[in-house]
């Protein structure tokens, strides 16, 4: 019997450890969705997170407001160039029009503005069973709804036809469960609109400190406009909804310029302070995206990418260049040549030279063409932060992705449109040009002329602004033709064919998913 | 106490207290022991050998005759421990002085006599798997990790070892490649304490470049034997953790009755095993002017150079426009030294056996300012407190530590311009290429070498105590406890003045990581020979095994001086993400075996193990994997036993399940991610899910089917062992790619660059197949003695399902693998390249190069343009692995040739792709010397271009087909008569090279490299790899 105590104690040893228990999975770094979305504060932290691909929250990765909208897709229009420190070939072939299906930059574009929106639908989903401030949980909705309604016109602008996915999923767990049909654009846009109207009546006018940044009813009335305005334009051609453009901006624009809105909306009267980081989300910004310095990388890296990188003390990777081309004797014609004297924010836009910080010496790029004596190549300065010059990657300075200056042009181009240019039209467009140190457009001009100037006017404003390439698909010249192949082609970009506005679809997307068709021409 | 004693320990008794009488009656006799010592298979009489009477001093040597005389008064019986170099040792019974003895040795290189298995040992002729042993003059090799010892003397395992940045990673795979995600490593098992080799437990994530294996903290130097369980009836009993392969390692402990104390010391030279033929300055000028007027941008580069000149001066540095230039891999390549000092003790007493070692071991880098450091000490203790009761205990300790090449290095090595000098005129170094000097991959690479902190440290604890007690005669229980303890610190320090770390201001960081691994293990052994012929062994058990491991990385940027580099990590003015993590594992297990033997000569084994681990979702936690095999020893039986020239023939044969769970542990939870955004300037903390939930996610399952058999002619002279397997592996764990459109990419916000959605699922099916040989023999056993051991195996390896619907997966968009359904896992997806592109003939390139002398491709489909459906799939099969080993003996001399080849697989050379772009941004290699122009046209080298598209096409794809003089070492062990009278056992001299020739037509540093480390996936791809190297050393084995 006494072996009897060493079969006891095995079976001690065996029965002490529960095998149930033991094999549960009770993560301590990690929530899971199960534990999660229960209180109000879970509610805002699923909202908080829709804003993220905003400005990447110091991952150090391109995100979509954070440099990857430039290599994925400024960077192919004619004001932007890959610079010597952009070595990515994807990114080199995108600049010169001759994109493939395989480019990760527009396949990160793909993938993270689907991961945003994802994360939309989790809040847009969660939230309403939390039992919390009704106020609170209407206006976190109308967030989720208006950043979803942003990264959808941003989708349905480069791709066309998208899946319009709108719901969360838990229960999926094979790929045929996530497999999506594109969706009509027209469709993609109705949702837009839906997910904007509701935003705007559930969104508040302002925010005060600690939520200023945010999406408000403003917000989302001047992004319903430009997507009015966007949908009337071509390809989709909706001319009715230019009307729906004026109303709309008309309520988000401030009484002072003949709008309804009650947002405290002005131009700034320096246009060099709209960019500044001491000037942030002042009266002219209706949304950006937020930046932080010296925050665990949540500083935007545009900054140091368009800096020379000979400059002693100060370090740039200069992979965001003007472009510069060939243009008959003008050897070196960019849109830096388009300003005319005057034009303030030719000085507010670029840099020619920049100033060392730790010598005090100047250092620029001399242009080497002799018809151009003592001139200098330009660079991007809308980044720039001053206080951040020791680590210029972190620059304070916010990304706009609306404000008050575009929607006085999202006015004056769709009051152009249907009435012809009309006072309302010259005022909304001269409250723009006179803050940039410029004088009223000639009276007078027709209906063409009147769009031609806004739209090179449009052009200088928003330049490295993100808005180039959606201008170029969207414009028309006087005969109501698309200006996106010879805009390209006058500026040397040879490649441009009109099967090129809109993107291939990623490879790896037809692959993985069997209802995805590829645009035609890739 | 009890003192009343069972019937059974009372007879015992008696039987001890009879027998001491007997001891002290016979005490203070002399008798003298005479006789001979030859080897079994030739009966050569052998010199030197020597004899010691078990559990004392006394002891003798044979003469040149091969005689000896030993004197004692030691009582009978006794037992001889008869011991030689080469040999294995024997122990003869002495019950009277008797007439002189002849005493056969057995060569110990011949099939060794037990074998360690799972949970056990058995003789080697009652194994029914498939089980191969590391030959004992290969375990000798001055390597720095166990699994390279595997390459080449193992049939069936494919070792290689993919950076040459030291205590670096080699991938391992035994028997082909079972798993997609879930990994290919197979188990160790190290003095019973099963690891699997995870290099992210000695990763705290801080330190960039390569990974340092966990298992080096193990020196080779330890180690007693090496088996490898290849087949499902050896792997079974570890059920869910054996489908790759498992490897059983088993250190050095003492012998009985002995005492010796062993210093091996060596030190050795490396260096570069080549370098790569690079354009000189001028050179380089040239193709870069000529690039720019292949690209109609001349006017545009006149321009460009004017500006780098000046900027160059600016930063007080001159371009060499015209001259050599600098060579960067001179510059940074060494001859590096290797020093190992090992010092070991074996004692026994008939009680107790002891093992201690201490090995130093100091290994640097090809590459200057990078090394490898071990220090490492070893316990092993066997006490037999009585007949029934023994403790044995197995501990390691080690402290590594490794300076390594920051992941940049190498490719900068080859693609920085040579016209940039290191220095500039005051003496610092230059920081960046002035040609793409943003680009941090042109960094001035020896600046960074130089300057860049990148270390890693390890310290090691693994070891475990186990008590076996005989509750029976024939049933035993044994219970074992463990752990595994890592700690690992990482730290790096990119100073202002390297440009990595120039646009951040400086940056520090520093990881840590602690992972503690417990093991206990219940086991029960019943072993019975019933009748002289039923041989029976059955071994039950429960096993229990968890792992913690909680990691933290701190992180600053923007700091005033470089002074303090990550040592004051709160100076830093720019705060940078942190962060910690914790996760756990836990398997749970059940375990049983039925050894069968009828007459020894008809073996059965049955396995059966229930594994529950927690990686699994809540409908699938507990696997189940038997396995059963049968073994004929055809040999014994009569109609064979009179065939005198064979003398071993046995036949297996087995079938059975395994499984590998090799995935992070949540896998199955719909885990939330951390997602940073600030407002009103405040950082706030946003929560999205990061992954699916799958509650039937399960395990991966192997079947495998062995038939096997073992032969010996000759007196086993000549020893074959040959195996065919089938591998059929099910529900692998897949990353399946899922519609971006589900939202699911970017679950890792700190790696979102163009990350496919994916979902872990149990899905899609792979097969292996394969052959092995493995042919040992004796060719003289004479004075001179000479054998020879040849293996040759071979996989195919055969992906059959990737999922529903899905034929095709790339994992990594940028480089050229694929898997391919129906093709081998490491396949490659490619551009057919076509010539290049002559004047009149259509352009045929997907890249802008199109003007006469660009790249040509092949229109696979026909379509008269070049699209990504032109693209073909390259099989990549693994290769066959020979082994071929000769020992020589003479005298004193031992003399060992080790060569090894691969044959058949293929490498992509990322570096020579890029080194023939000739954009004239970075250097080009020699090749585009005979690039094409007008005035070479017969050429299949493109002419250069500024800007091209890359394009992943077969011409940068090589074979990776090597063979190569792994190891040849020169011994000479002095004479024991000499040695003697300084009181010297052994006194042995050896000069050795490792690597010292490889015959290749691969262009890069070496066909073994890979980027991607261990992962099979992606193998093969060579993207500014460490090189490896070739080391010549020289050293002393002293025992006394």
């Known amino acids: 019997m006494k072996n009897l105590k060493y079969v006891v104690f095995t079976t001690i040893a065996i029965s002490t450890i529960s095998c149930k228990k033991f094999l549960e999975e ?22 908080d997170a829709v804003y993220f691909f905003l400005n990447a929250g110091g991952t150090g990765e391109q995100t979509l407001y954070n440099v990857l909208l430039s290599t994925g897709m400024d960077m192919a229009t004619d004001d932007v160039d890959p610079g010597p420190g952009a070595s990515n070939a994807d990114v080199r072939s995108l600049s010169v029009l001759s994109t493939v299906s395989t480019n990760r930059t527009t396949f990160q574009l793909w993938q993270q503005h689907y991961a945003a929106i994802g994360m939309a639908n989790v809040a847009l989903a969660k939230i309403p069973g939390i039992a919390m401030d009704s106020t609170l949980k209407a206006r976190l909705l109308g967030e989720s709804k208006f950043l979803r309604a942003l990264y959808y016109f941003n989708l349905v602008r480069l791709w066309g036809d998208v899946p319009l996915v709108l719901e969360y999923n838990p229960s999926a767990v094979t790929a045929s469960d996530y497999a999506v049909a594109r969706t009509p654009s027209t469709q993609v846009y109705a949702q837009i609109e839906t997910d904007l109207t509701q935003a705007a009546a559930a969104l508040p006018n302002s925010y ?10 403003g917000a989302a009335l001047a992004l319903l406009a430009k997507v009015y305005l966007t949908t009337a334009s071509l390809p989709l051609n909706i001319t009715g909804n230019y009307q729906l453009a004026v109303n709309t901006a008309l309520e988000a624009m401030s009484p002072a310029d003949g709008g309804s809105g009650a947002f405290g909306y002005a131009l700034q009267s320096n246009y060099a302070n709209v960019f500044l980081p001491a000037f942030k989300n002042n009266s002219e910004h209706i949304f950006s995206a937020q930046f932080k310095s010296l925050s665990q990388g949540q500083g935007n890296n545009q900054n140091g ?13 200069y992979a965001e260049q003007v472009r510069f081309y060939k243009n008959g004797s003008d050897n070196y014609f960019s849109i830096y040549k388009l300003y005319q004297p005057g034009d303030k924010r030719k000085r507010a836009s670029f840099f020619t030279f920049y100033i060392s910080p730790t010598n005090g010496k100047k250092y620029a790029l001399p242009i080497t063409n002799p018809a151009f004596p003592n001139d200098s190549t330009p660079f991007f300065s ?13 620059s304070a300075a916010n990304v706009a992705i609306l404000r008050y200056a575009e929607l006085l042009l999202i006015h004056a181009e769709a009051e152009n449109e249907i009435n012809g240019p009309d006072a309302v039209a010259y005022t909304s467009l001269n409250k723009v040009r006179n803050r940039a140190g410029l004088p009223d457009l000639t009276a007078g001009l027709t209906q063409a002329q009147f769009r031609d100037s806004l739209y090179l006017d449009r052009r200088l404003e928003l330049v490295w602004e993100y808005q180039r390439w959606f201008d170029l698909i969207r414009e028309k010249d006087a005969s109501g033709n698309p200006i996106f192949t010879a805009s390209l082609h006058a500026v040397g970009k040879n490649n441009a064919q009109p099967f090129r506005a809109l993107y291939p679809i990623p490879q790896n997307e037809l692959s993985a998913n069997p209802k995805m068709t590829q645009n035609p021409g890739f | 106490m009890n003192f009343i004693l069972p019937k059974s320990r009372k007879k015992s008794f008696l039987l001890m207290l009879l027998t001491c009488v007997s001891f002290s009656f016979y005490a203070q006799t002399e008798n003298t022991i005479k006789g001979k010592v030859v080897a079994e298979a030739s009966a050569e009489t052998q010199v030197g050998v020597i004899i010691r009477i078990k559990g004392t001093s006394v002891a003798t040597t044979t003469d040149v005759n091969g005689n000896f005389e030993l004197k004692t008064t030691e009582p009978f019986p006794f037992t001889l421990l008869i011991s030689y170099i080469g040999f294995q040792t024997k122990e003869v019974e002495i019950y009277e002085a008797e007439d002189p003895l002849e005493i056969k040795l057995q060569a110990s290189n011949v099939l060794k006599e037990v074998v360690v298995v799972g949970y056990g040992e058995q003789n080697r002729k009652d194994v029914t798997g498939s089980i191969s042993s590391v030959p004992t003059e290969l375990k000798s090799q001055p390597v720095v990790s166990i699994e390279r010892l595997l390459q080449g003397s193992v049939a069936g ?35 019973g304490y099963p690891i699997y080799n995870d290099y992210t437990v000695g990763n705290a994530g801080v330190t960039g470049g390569p990974q340092i294996n966990p298992l080096s903290s193990i020196p080779t130097s330890d180690i007693e034997s090496i088996e490898v369980l290849k087949d499902a009836s050896a792997t079974a009993i570890y059920g869910s953790r054996g489908a790759n392969g498992v490897v059983i390692v088993t250190t050095k402990k003492g012998k009985d009755s002995t005492f010796s104390v062993t210093y091996d010391e060596y030190t050795g030279v490396s260096s570069v095993i080549r370098e790569i033929p690079l354009l000189n300055a001028g050179q380089f000028w040239k193709l870069r002017e000529q690039a720019a007027i292949n690209t109609g941008t001349y006017g545009a580069l006149l321009g460009a150079n004017a500006s780098i000149i000046a900027s160059a001066k600016n930063q007080g540095y001159n371009l060499d426009t015209s001259g050599q230039g600098t060579n960067w891999q001179k510059a940074a390549f060494r001859n590096a030294i290797t020093q190992s000092h090992n010092l070991s003790i074996m004692s026994g007493t008939d009680k107790t056996k002891l093992g201690v070692s201490f090995n130093y071991f100091n290994q640097d880098g090809v590459l200057i300012n990078t090394n490898f450091i071990r220090y490492a000490g070893r316990i092993n203790v066997e006490h037999n407190y009585s007949k029934k009761f023994k403790l044995t205990a197995s501990i390691n300790a080690s402290n590594i530590s490794a300076n390594v090449a920051p992941a940049n290095v190498v490719p900068d090595l080859l693609f920085t311009p040579p016209s940039v000098p290191i220095y500039n005129s005051s003496g610092s170094y230059v920081i960046q290429s002035p040609f793409e000097a943003a680009n941090p991959t042109i960094a001035n690479p020896i600046n960074t070498l130089v300057n860049e902190i990148n270390q890693t440290k390890t310290n090691r604890f693994l070891g475990n105590v186990s008590a076996q007690y005989k509750i029976l005669p024939n049933l035993t229980a044994k219970i074992l406890v463990g752990a595994d303890v890592t700690d690992n610190v990482q730290n790096q320090y990119l100073p202002t003045t390297i440009s990595e770390g120039a646009a951040l201001g400086g940056y520090a960081a520093i990881g840590s990581q602690f992972t503690t691994n417990w093991l206990n293990e219940n086991t029960l052994t019943y072993s019975k020979v019933i009748k002289k012929i039923h041989k029976l062994n059955v071994l039950g058990g429960f096993t229990a095994q968890q792992s913690i491991t909680e990691g933290s990385i701190t992180a600053a940027a923007g700091f005033p001086n470089n002074l303090s580099t990550f040592n004051n990590i709160g100076s830093g003015v720019s705060a940078q993400p942190v962060s910690s993590s914790a996760s756990e594992w836990a398997l749970a297990s059940f375990l049983g075996r039925v050894n069968y033997g009828l007459k020894d000569k008809y073996l059965v084994t049955v396995t059966l193990r229930a594994d529950g681990s927690s990686r699994f979702g809540p409908n699938n936690k507990w696997g189940y994997f038997p396995s059963i095999a049968v073994a004929w020893n055809a040999h014994q ?6 065939i005198k020239w064979l003398s071993n023939l046995k036949l297996r044969g087995s079938v059975g399940n395994t499984g590998n769970q090799s995935i992070p542990p949540y896998s199955s939870l719909s885990q939330l991610g951390y997602y940073r955004y600030n407002f009103s300037n405040t950082t706030v903390a946003g929560y999205a899910p990061q992954t699916a939930y799958n509650p039937n996610l399960g395990w991966e399952q192997t079947t495998q089917t062995d038939f096997g058999t073992d032969l010996g002619f000759l007196k086993n002279r000549i020893a074959v062992t040959a195996d065919v397997y089938y591998k059929l592996t099910t529900n692998l764990l897949l990353s399946e790619p899922v519609s971006g459109t589900s939202g699911l990419s970017y679950y890792n916000a700190t790696n979102n660059a163009g990350q496919t959605s994916t979902i872990f699922q149990n899905t899609g099916a792979m097969e292996n197949k394969g052959y092995e040989v493995a042919v040992l023999t004796q060719n003289l056993i004479n004075k001179f003695k000479w054998n020879t051991t040849f293996l040759i195996s071979e996989n195919f390896n055969k992906i059959l399902s990737l999922g529903d619907g899905i034929s095709q997966e790339i994992p990594n968009t940028s480089q050229p693998s694929v898997l391919q359904v129906g093709a081998p896992i490491g396949s490659f997806l490619v551009y057919k390249t076509n010539g290049v592109i002559q004047p009149g003939e259509t352009p045929l390139t997907p890249t802008k190069d199109t003007k006469p002398g660009g790249q040509q491709y092949v229109d696979v489909n026909g379509d008269g343009k070049i699209t990504t459906a032109d693209q073909v799939v390259l099989k990549n099969n693994p290769p066959v692995i020979l082994g071929l080993t000769n020992t020589f003996k003479y005298g004193g001399f031992d003399l060992t040739v080790f060569l090894q080849a691969s044959i058949g697989g293929l490498i992509y050379n990322a570096n020579e792709a890029t080194l023939e772009e000739g954009t004239g941004y970075l250097n080009s290699s020699t090749v585009m010397l005979n690039g094409y122009s007008a005035t070479n046209t017969n050429t299949s080298v493109k002419s250069p271009y500024q800007d091209p598209t890359v394009t992943i096409s077969n011409r940068f794809i090589e074979s990776a087909s090597y063979g190569r003089l792994k190891n040849i070492t020169l011994g000479y062990t002095v004479p024991l008569k000499i040695t003697e009278k300084a009181k010297i056992k052994s006194l042995r001299f050896y000069v050795s090279a490792q690597n010292l020739l490889t015959w290749t037509k691969y262009t890069g540093f070496d066909p073994e490299a890979s980027s991607n480390g261990q992962s099979l996936i992606n193998k093969g791809y060579d993207s500014g790899t460490y ?14």
């Open chain 1, 208 to 217: 005060s400190s600690p939520d200023v940044g945010r999406a408000t009813k």
């Open chain 2, 637 to 642: 039986e009569d109609f064979l036993k009179d």
């Open chain 1, 26 to 47: 009770t993560p301590q770094g990690i929530i899971t969705t199960q534990n999660f979305y229960k209180t109000q504060s879970d509610a805002i932290a699923a909202t």
């Open chain 1, 305 to 317: 990418r368009a800096i020379y990188n000979g400059v002693p003390g100060l370090s740039g990777s």
């Open chain 2, 157 to 191: 395992a494919q070792v290689t070892q993919v950076s040459g940045q030291p205590g670096a990673g080699v991938s391992v795979s035994i028997r082909g490649y079972n798993s997609i995600n879930a990994g290919n490593d197979p188990l160790y098992v190290i003095d």
């Open chain 2, 1027 to 1040: 090189p490896n190297s070739k080391m010549f050393l020289g050293g002393v084995t002293v025992t006394f």
């Open chain 1, 382 to 394: 809308k980044a720039w932060d001053p206080n951040s010059t020791g680590i210029t990657s972190e």
